[in-house]
C-alpha cells in the first residue's frame, strides 16, 4: 500500500524537492556565503561568511529604505483593500439583484489580467498630462507628475494595487457573507438593533475567519510588490519606490547571488511574522 | 428567493410603518446602485482607455486634454507590434509554456492529491504539511538558487528552463486533496473488491468525478502561468525565448517607451485573450476562487 501511494507522489515528490524545497534550504545556505556570479559553475566552492551578509544588507540604506517602502505599501493597502472590498461585497449581497454578474464581472477583471500590462497602461493614466489628471482638472484641481514625485509615487502604487486586488476579495467576502446566518440578523432586528449594530455584532464576527484569511493572503502578495515598480518606477525617483523584492532582484543583476539571497531571506522572514502577527489579532476568538 | 411577507402581518414587528420603510429601503438600493456604478467605472475604465488607445496614433494620445474616443482609429500599432517586433513569437512561447504547465499540474498534483486524500502511506502527514508550508515561501527566495541550478543544467533560455519550475504548484496540490476528501469512499473500495487496481481506480473512477477540481485548476495554472514575470525575465536571456509580459516590460522602458500606442496595443494582446476568457468562464472562476480560498 506504501509503495503504491508513494508511487502516486513520486513524480510530485521529486520536481517538488529539486525546483522548491531545494531552493529554499539552498537559499538560506547561500545567505550565509560569499557567493556571486563567478561562482555560477562551481557553487560548493564558495566561502562562509556568517551573518555578515544579514549584517550588510542592515547597513545599506537602500536596503532600509527598501523595507520601509515595502510595510508602508503593506500598512496602506491591505485595510484600504480589505474595507473596499468588504464595501462592495455588502452592496451586492444586499437587495442589489439586477446587474450582479455586470459587477463582479468587472470588479473582477482587473484580477486575472497581467500585472505587467496593466502597470503600463496605469504608467500613461498617471503621466502629467494623463487621464488621471485630466479628470482631476474637470473639478479645478492641479494633479501631480504622479510618477516623478517622491511624494506621490508610492501612493500612485498603492492606489494600483488596491484597484486590482479589490476583485479577490470580493469574492471571498461574497462567499463569506452567505454562511452569515440569516436567523441571527432576523432576531437582532426583533430586538431593534439597527443597522450598524447587526454589522458590528453579527456580520463582522461571523467573518471572521475569511477576514483573517484575506489580510494573511494580502498581506503576502504585497510584501512581495515587484511587477508595479519594475515597470512603473524601476523603484525611483530617488528610491521612493524601491521595495525589497526589486532591491533583491537588482542584487541578483549585479551577481551578488549570496547577498540577493539573504534580502530575500529577510523579506521572508517579514511575512511569516506579519502571518503570526494577523493570526493573533483576527485569529484570537477561534 | 426570500418571501415578502404581507405588510399587515411584519408591522407588528417593525417600529415604522411599512409603505415608509419600503420606500427607505428603495431609496438605500438606489444608492447602492450608484456608489456600485461609479466603482465599477474605475474598475474599467483602464481596460477601456487601453483598448481605445490602441488604436490612436502616439500624437493623439499625448494630445491635451484628452479625447476619450480615437479620432481616425488605425491599426497600425498592431501591425508594428506582430511585424517588426515579432509580438508572434512572443505570444507563441506564452502558450507553450502556459500549456505544459497546466499539464504538469493536471497530471501530478491528480496524482499526488490521491494519494494524499485516499491512501495511506508513511510519511503523508509529513508531505502535506511540508506542502503547505511551502505556499507562505515568497517567489524571490527560490530565485537565486533555481537560476544557479538551472544555469547548471544548462537550461537557461530555454524552454525546459522556463516550464520545469512551474509543472507543480502546492496550491494545486491543495485544491485537488480537498476535493478528492469529498469524494466517496465506497465507489474506491467496490472498484478494489473487483479487482482494480490503484491506477486503475484513480484514471476510471476518481478522475472522471473531478471535473469542477481539473476546471478550477486549469483556469488558475494557465492564468498564473501566462501572467508569471519574475521568472521569465530571468531566466529568458534572448528576445526569441522572451513571453509575453518580459517583452511587454522590457520594450515598455526601451526606445519605444515613448510609443504610447505601440505599448496600449502590447497591452491589450497580453490582457484582452485571458479577459475574454474569464467573462465566458466567470461562474467557474469566481468557484474557483471559493474553492481553493476558504475551507
Not at chain 2, 37 to 51: K, R, S
Request: aromatic share 14%; hydrophobic share 55%.
Amino acid at each position: 500500500m506504501t509503495l503504491t501511494a508513494w508511487m502516486f507522489a513520486l513524480p510530485f515528490v521529486v520536481l517538488f524537492v529539486v525546483f522548491m524545497a531545494g531552493p529554499i534550504v539552498a537559499s538560506l545556505g547561500m545567505s550565509f556565503t560569499d557567493m556571486t556570479t563567478r561562482d555560477l559553475q562551481t557553487p560548493f566552492q564558495v566561502n562562509i561568511v556568517g551573518l555578515d551578509n544579514y549584517a550588510r544588507l542592515f547597513q545599506d540604506p537602500r536596503f532600509v529604505r527598501s523595507l520601509a517602502n515595502t510595510f508602508t505599501f503593506v500598512i496602506v493597502a491591505v485595510p484600504l483593500t480589505m474595507g473596499l472590498a468588504l464595501v462592495v461585497a455588502l452592496a451586492l449581497d444586499k437587495g442589489i439583484r439586477r446587474f450582479r454578474t455586470v459587477f463582479r464581472v468587472g470588479y473582477y477583471a482587473p484580477v486575472v489580467t497581467s500585472i505587467v500590462a496593466i502597470a503600463i497602461v496605469w504608467r500613461f493614466i498617471l503621466q502629467p498630462d494623463g487621464l488621471l489628471n485630466g479628470f482631476l482638472s474637470l473639478f479645478g484641481i492641479q494633479g501631480p507628475d504622479w510618477l516623478q514625485s517622491t511624494t506621490w509615487a508610492l501612493p500612485s502604487l498603492i492606489m494600483m494595487a488596491v484597484w486590482r486586488n479589490i476583485g479577490t476579495l470580493m469574492v471571498i467576502f461574497l462567499a463569506a457573507l452567505q454562511g452569515v446566518p440569516r436567523e441571527h440578523h432576523e432576531a437582532a432586528m426583533v430586538d431593534g438593533a439597527n443597522a450598524w449594530q447587526r454589522f458590528w455584532n453579527i456580520t463582522i464576527p461571523a467573518m471572521r475567519p475569511a477576514l483573517l484569511f484575506a489580510a494573511v493572503i494580502t498581506g503576502i502578495g504585497f510584501l512581495q510588490f515587484f511587477e508595479e515598480p519594475f515597470v512603473m518606477t524601476r523603484g525611483g525617483p530617488l528610491d521612493a519606490t524601491l521595495s525589497t523584492a526589486m532591491y533583491t532582484y537588482q542584487q541578483f543583476g549585479f551577481g551578488n547571488y549570496a547577498y540577493a539571497s539573504a534580502a530575500s531571506y529577510v523579506l521572508f522572514l517579514a511575512i511569516v511574522i506579519l502571518s503570526l502577527i494577523q493570526f493573533r489579532f483576527l485569529g484570537r476568538k477561534d | 428567493m426570500a418571501t415578502v411577507a404581507p405588510a399587515s402581518t411584519a408591522s407588528h414587528a417593525a417600529p415604522e410603518p411599512a409603505p415608509r420603510r419600503r420606500r427607505r429601503r428603495e431609496k438605500t438600493r438606489w444608492w447602492l446602485y450608484v456608489v456600485l456604478f461609479l466603482g465599477l467605472v474605475a474598475m474599467v475604465m483602464p481596460f477601456v482607455w487601453m483598448i481605445l488607445g490602441s488604436f490612436k496614433t502616439d500624437a493623439e494620445i499625448r494630445q491635451y486634454p484628452t479625447e476619450f474616443l480615437p479620432r481616425d482609429p488605425t491599426v497600425e500599432n498592431y501591425e508594428t507590434l506582430f511585424g517588426r517586433l515579432d509580438f508572434t513569437t512572443f505570444f507563441v512561447n506564452s502558450i507553450v509554456v502556459a500549456v505544459f504547465v497546466t499539464l504538469g499540474n493536471i497530471v501530478f498534483c491528480s496524482m499526488v492529491g490521491y494519494a494524499l486524500a485516499k491512501l495511506e502511506f508513511r510519511g503523508k502527514k509529513l508531505l502535506f504539511t511540508l506542502v503547505l508550508a511551502t505556499l507562505m515561501v515568497p517567489g524571490v527566495v527560490t530565485f537565486v538558487p533555481l537560476f544557479v541550478l538551472t544555469a547548471n543544467l544548462g537550461l537557461v533560455n530555454s524552454y525546459p528552463g522556463l516550464i520545469l519550475p512551474f509543472l507543480i504548484a502546492p496550491i494545486g496540490v491543495f485544491l485537488m486533496r480537498q476535493f478528492m476528501l469529498g469524494l466517496p469512499d465506497e465507489l474506491i473500495e467496490a472498484a478494489r473488491i473487483d479487482g482494480a487496481s490503484e491506477w486503475r481506480i484513480f484514471l476510471r473512477v476518481i478522475m472522471p468525478m473531478c471535473g469542477p477540481a481539473v476546471a478550477t485548476l486549469t483556469i488558475l495554472t494557465f492564468l498564473g502561468s501566462w501572467n508569471n514575470f519574475l521568472w521569465p525575465l530571468v531566466v529568458a536571456t534572448t528576445e526569441d525565448m522572451y513571453t509575453l509580459p518580459v517583452a511587454l516590460a522590457l520594450y515598455s522602458v526601451g526606445q519605444n517607451a515613448a510609443r504610447y500606442g505601440l505599448m496600449m496595443a502590447g497591452a491589450v494582446v497580453v490582457v484582452v485573450p485571458v479577459l475574454a476568457v474569464f467573462v465566458l468562464l466567470q461562474r467557474y472562476f469566481v468557484q474557483g476562487i471559493a474553492l481553493t480560498g476558504i475551507k
